[in-house]
Every structure is written in C-alpha cells, then in structure tokens.
C-alpha cells in the first residue's frame, strides 16, 4: 500500500488514584438537640476528579491542554519522523503499540493535523507502560497507552466553552437524576480558517509550490459518557466516541509530488473516521471486584489520487474495518498479602480491502517506496480474524521488602492459526519507605499489520511479530516532594516482515527475516506541586537497529534516537495566573543520503534519488522551547480562563526529510538536495474558556 501522497498532504498542516474521596459530618449542638448532617456520596466519584499526574500533563507548556500530546515530554517517547508524528517508545515502532480507552480498544486517538481525539475535561487518568507490561494487555510489542476518560460528576448541570487558534470545543456536564449522571463533548478545528480554497500555497521561497487546496484540512471529535450508580455494589456505563480527519489538495505540474511520480499528479482527497460504542458493568465486593463490558469499534480511511477531470479517475485506497469486543477482568483478593487478577477478552473483526492503486513492497527497513513500485493492481480483499486471549496475573507481598508479580497470557487468532503462551514478571524490593527497585520480564506479541497479510498485497501466511522485554530500575523519594528513578531496558524483536523485491521469491511479497534490538536508560528527576511549584526532567539515552537476516545486515532503526532531554516547569505566580516551559532536545533521527541522480525509467525527462546506506547519516540535534500562561478571569460574572502559548518560541527551524529538489534538477549532473523541516515554525496561540 502506498503512503507517500498521504505523506505530502499531510505537509499541508502547520502527547495513584484521582483526589481522595471526601466525605463530612458536621455536628451542631442547640441545647438537648443534636443534628447530623450525612453525606452521602456515589461509588463512581471516586472516578470523577482529574489526577494530580494528568493534571500536570494538561497544563503543560506545547500540549495545549492535552495530556495525550504531553506525552513526548515523557521518558523513552519520541516523535518518529516530526513534530505532529506518532509517539514511539524505547526503541519500537509506532505500529508497536497498544491504544485503550476505558478497557476498550481505540479506533485511533490522534488527529492527522496534531491533538489527541480527547477533550482535556474528561481525562480522568492516563498511564503510559513502556515496556514489561502486565497479563491485561494483549497484541502489542511496543508500550501501551492506558486511558481512563472520568466519570461524570454529580453536580447542576453546566456547560463550558472553549475557543483557542485551532480548535473550538464545548463540553456539557451534570446530574440527570439521583442514580445517573452524564457528559457530552464536542470540537471542532478551526484550521479550515487560516486556509482559502483554492488557495496556491508557496514554498520556502516564496514562489508557487504546486499545491492548491481543494479542502482545507480539517477535523472534529465527540465523546459522551452516561453512569447509573444502580446501588453500592453496582455501576453502570454507557460510552460513545468519535473522531473524523479530513483534508484534499490539488497537485499540478509544478508540485514535487507530481515531478517525482507524475502519475500522482491531479487532486487528491483524503478522509478517515471512527465511532465506537461501549458497556460496562462494575460489580463491587468486599473479596473481589469485577468488570465486563461489550463494545462495537466502526474504522474507515478512503484516499483518492490523481483524478484528473479530463484524462483519468486516478487511483484510490480504502479500508473498513468492524470489530465487535467482549472483555473481562476479575480482581480476586484472597488474603491481605495476595490478589489475583484475570483477564480475558474475544475480539470479532472484519477488515475490507478496496483499492485501485500500484502495488508497491516496502517496509520500515526500505528509506523510500517511491523506487519500489510494481503493476497496477485493482481488486477487494477482505479479512475475518478472531482473536481471543486469557490472562492471569497473582500479585504476592510476600514480605515487608518484597512483592511479586507473576502473570500468564495465552493468546489465540484463527487467521495465522498461531497460539501463544506469556509469561510475564515483575519484582519489586523495598530497601526502606522511600527506596525500591524493580526488574520486569516479559514475552509479548501482535499480528503483523494487515497491509502485509491481505492477499494480493501481501503475505496471508507471515507469523506474528514477537518480542521480550526486560527492565531494571531503582526509584527513590526525598523530601519536598522530589522523586527520582533510573531504568534500564532491553527489547529484542522476531519475525518482522521483510520486502523480497529482489530475491527468488518474490512472489510471496514478504517474509518474516527481519529481527531488532533496542536497548537503554531512561532517568526521570521529578518534583510534584510544592511551594508554588512543580517541574520535571526527563533524559533517556537509547539504541535502535534492526537486521535483515537475509543479508546479515544490521542497520540503524529509521527512528533511532539516541539522547533526548525534557525539561518542564510550571509555576504559580499568584492566585490567578501561572505559567511555565517545556524545552526539548534531541539527537538528529537518522536518513538515508541521496548521492546521486538517475533518469526515471517511466517518464522521460523525469528524476529519481539513488540512495546511499540506508539509515547511516543523522540529521542536526532537533530543539525547541514552549511557553504557556494562564489566567483565572471572569466575563459577565462566570467563570473563565484566559491560556496564552508561544511554541517554538525561537522559532527553530528542525530538519525532518531530505530529498531531491525536483523543480531546479535537469540532467543526472543535477544533484541538488532539499531539506524538509517539520512543519513546526513558531505558533503563538491564545485560548479562552467559560463555564455557565
């Protein structure tokens, strides 16, 4: 499947529980009568409030109130090939990870153009597992991305509206009878305002570029929540989400898109969308608490390409995919010192294939797909898998030093037709209250992408990507409120798919013989809210490669990522205003070096790269600086908040590409390299919001 007009749209665009529960009894003494005053408060409270950690995240400078995007600032996470890319973590592809909201999984949780699909008013909780996860998670080589959306709050009803430069929201909240409660939440991007249709944008030149937007890109997002507290021991939820991403361009003769591949020349529309429906039903005991739930994911992408009106329909991809999603999880505590927890899950899904395109082979080991097209190809496909998993997980304080955590997975899935069995550890040793290590190991697995396993465009019978991950750490708390903790890891990875374009057997399109390592030290120095204060610095040193087996060559991983270094703060002026900064850098992410310029083989008087050794050149050390103030403020009596941002507040200009520039080359003599920022340049932002 070909990515790369997708790519070039994208260019068109500019990461503990919650508060304790409180409850009171006041006593007024009036002569012989005394009055008592109970409050009585609902199970799922405990749920509702924000926690201190995400709470953090959503104020941090360059997130933009969303604790999602705030993750990049976290140890171990970077932005794989740009500053709007998805997160990759400790070495693993972003294809690695796993995406749950509310014990569902997610159709995606990023939009194309930057923010998370979540409005920061109902994150509850958000927890990042980097590596050396539990029995719960299923399907995933990388990290996990846990997201806890908060249950809605007992209160009157209110509504709050949200304006900043690139988004406009409005969240309604409140108490709809005794027992029930809900939220509903709705935004809207307002980037379609800083576009014209029609509109030619220019390159960094100032001169025409070639791109007309047909459709500014845009995007929109919703979520509701409804909860019934049947009774002490009962809840009962109803979740929907949703989120669409949209944008279409036109690419004529003068655009790089069209002078490299000139069959892409022509509009393009790209769109794609998800809406996902969950229950769940919480029972509480005094011994054990349960949780099932049922939820229905709905995920489609359309791209078209290279219609023009005159002369072709062009190309298009499509995708849908239906899946149907029964969980469990039994928290079974059989002593004070020792629980068990099971989980199980079976999911039901059909992927459909349409598509009128080129075929071409390629993988993350390939540094452009471009050199790697094949025929036309024309056809539907379709994918029915199955797959189900059971986990088991016993938690032991064996002693007042040590606690263990030994869990089990087996995983199943009728396409591959593979089992799997997991052990999965973890050890924890208190030297005293304030210090501790711990050491995890654990066997982990995940389809591989259905782009490589559909007929026709791939290989239905590749195995299943695996991997283990081993970590040791040591955390320790000292006063004010200062934690530090040390980690070191290391991943090994099986079984990746490799292109055969070359190799006798070819017309199986890919194999499993390409395997990975990636190995380092996350550090984490932390300072929690004190003294009107709190601040982090994150620094992660790492390594990433991979090995085609084949040719027993063991190349840098496209995202390798050796040094990055965060550094937050966030401090409280006054009563109402507060502001802070998040500076980031880190070592240049690897490319491939063009060294030379060769005809197009398709199109006379048309140039293509030739590539040196992929992966082996590094791009300069990327850095940035984000600011942010906010202010308490009140308009016509209510409520608001006044958000003033400047990201990239020196305006540093961060190479993300290279490639040949199209526009000047005239002959194979003609090696002229342009280099592609990331589209990131200084962006002032000012937001407001009110609450009635």
């Known amino acids: 499947m070909i990515a790369n007009p997708l790519h070039s749209l994208f260019r068109l665009t500019p990461l503990a529980l919650c508060l304790p529960f409180l409850t009171q009894a006041n006593t007024d003494k009036s002569a012989h009568t005394i009055e008592h005053i109970d409050v009585v408060y609902k199970r799922s409270s405990i749920a509702s409030e924000i926690t201190e950690n995400t709470e953090k995240l959503v104020t941090m400078p360059g997130a933009m109130g969303d604790p999602l995007r705030a993750v990049f600032a976290l140890p171990g996470v970077i932005a794989a090939g740009g500053s709007m890319s998805e997160p990759a973590v400790r070495g693993s592809s972003p294809e690695d990870n796993l995406f749950e909201v509310d014990f569902m999984p997610a159709g995606y949780i990023f939009h194309d153009f930057g923010s998370s699909i979540f409005n920061k008013y109902i994150i509850q909780d958000f927890q990042l597992y980097s590596a050396g996860y539990g029995s719960g998670y299923s399907n995933a080589t990388g990290a996990v991305f846990d997201v806890s959306l908060r249950n809605p709050k007992y209160q009157p009803i209110t509504t709050t509206l949200d304006f900043t430069m690139f988004n406009a929201g409005v969240f309604i909240e409140g108490q709809l009878t005794e027992n029930t409660a809900f939220y509903l939440s709705g935004r809207k991007s307002t980037l379609p305002l800083f576009f014209s249709k029609g509109e030619e944008l220019e390159n960094e030149d100032g001169e025409p570029s070639g791109v007309t937007i047909n459709e500014p890109p845009d995007d929109h997002d919703y979520q509701g929540k409804w909860i019934w507290d049947i009774n002490k021991k009962n809840t009962l939820t109803f979740s929907f989400t949703g989120a669409k991403d949209s944008v279409a361009a036109g690419f004529n003769q003068r655009a790089e898109l069209s002078l490299k591949t000139p069959e ?112 036309r190809i024309k056809g539907k496909d379709s994918l029915a898998l199955d797959t189900y998993f059971f986990g088991a997980t016993h938690i032991w304080d064996i002693n007042d030093q040590w606690q263990s955590e030994v869990g089990v997975q087996y ?80 991943k090994t990875m099986d079984d990746l798919p490799l292109a055969l374009n070359d190799y006798p057997d070819a017309a199986i399109l890919y194999s499993n013989d390409v395997s990975g390592r990636a190995y380092g030290v996350d550090l984490l120095i932390n300072k929690n809210k004190t003294d009107k204060w709190y601040g982090w610095v994150a620094l992660s040193y790492a390594k990433s490669e ?37 500076f980031t850098a880190r070592s240049g992410q690897t490319y491939t070096p063009i060294i030379g310029v060769k005809e197009n083989p398709d199109f006379q008087g048309r140039f293509l790269p030739e590539y040196g050794d992929p992966f082996s050149e590094r791009f300069d050390v990327y850095h940035r600086l984000d600011i942010r103030f906010e202010r308490k403020t009140k308009f016509f009596g209510l409520d608001g908040h006044l958000i003033l941002e400047l990201m990239n507040a020196y305006g540093q200009s961060n190479v993300s590409s290279i490639d040949l520039d199209y526009q000047k080359i005239a002959s194979t003599n003609d090696l002229i390299i342009k280099e592609n920022d990331d589209d990131f340049e200084m962006r002032p932002s000012i937001g407001f919001s009110l609450t009635f």
């Open 546 to 582: 991979r090995t085609d087996e084949r040719q027993n060559i063991t190349r840098q991983y496209y995202a390798d990522t050796p040094l990055v270094v965060n550094m937050v703060f966030n401090y409280q002026i006054s009563e109402k205003w507060q502001g802070g900064f998040n």
């Open 264 to 375: 892409y020349q022509g509009d393009a529309d790209f769109i794609r969308e998800f809406t996902s429906q969950s229950v769940l039903w919480d029972h509480f005991n005094k011994k054990f608490s349960l949780r099932l739930g049922i939820g229905s994911l709905d995920h489609s992408g359309r791209l078209e390409y290279a219609k023009r009106a005159t002369l072709s329909d062009g190309f298009f991809e499509e995708e849908q995919e239906k899946q149907l999603t029964y969980k469990g999880r039994l928290n079974w505590r059989i002593s004070k010192t020792q629980q068990f927890i099971f989980d199980a899950a079976y999911f039901d899904n059909k992927t459909t294939y349409r598509y009128d395109s080129f075929q071409y082979l390629c993988t993350e080991l390939d540094p452009d797909c471009d050199l790697n097209k094949g025929d």
């Open 411 to 490: 995983q199943s899935n009728d396409y591959t037709n593979e089992n799997f069995v997991m052990p999965r550890l973890a050890f924890t040793y208190f030297i005293n209250d304030r210090n501790r290590i711990n050491a995890k190991y654990g066997h982990y697995n995940r389809m591989q992408d259905v782009d490589y396993l559909i007929p026709e465009q791939g290989n239905p019978n590749l195995r299943s990507q695996t991997s283990k991950h081993s970590s040791l750490g040591f955390a320790q708390e000292l006063a004010s409120d200062w934690t530090w903790s040390v980690e070191g890891y290391y």
